[in-house]
């Protein structure tokens, strides 16, 4: 079993910077890409950013430039930093990984429970 679990979110003000971070363990062969997704009230799910074990990256287009995430690899660990925060980022944030738990295994998504970003003054 795979366990993710995130941390980092809270109140801050418009133009303000989070850090997010979601670190991954269990039975954990290897990561093969991190992401963060998000979910506003009354909104669907939506893809925030992804970074690959090699650490390729991509972002939602609306978002590029404020949002950078990073992955460090011996830690399981990958992170969301996001600058200059507008209401409109309010939401559940959600970090996703899709691992392969052995050596003989399939490689499997995994979700953590979400942690809250609100952005208000």
């Known amino acids: 079993q795979v366990q993710l679990v995130e941390s980092g979110g809270g109140l801050v003000q418009p133009g303000g910077s989070l850090r997010l971070s979601c670190v991954a363990s269990g039975s954990i062969f290897s990561i093969n890409a991190m992401d963060w997704y998000r979910q506003a009230p009354g909104k669907e799910r939506e893809f925030v950013a992804t970074?690959?074990?090699?650490?390729?990256?991509n972002y939602a287009d609306s978002l590029k430039g404020r949002f950078t995430i990073f992955l460090d690899n011996a830690k399981n660990t990958v992170y969301l930093q996001m600058n200059s925060l507008k209401p409109e980022d309010t939401a559940v944030y959600y970090c996703?990984?899709?691992?392969?738990?052995?050596?003989?295994?399939?490689?499997?998504?995994?979700w953590g429970q979400g942690t809250q970003v609100t952005v208000s003054s």
């Open positions: 996703n990984a899709n691992v392969r738990p052995s050596r003989l295994s399939l490689s499997y998504d995994y």
């Open positions: 970074v690959t074990r090699g650490g390729s990256t």
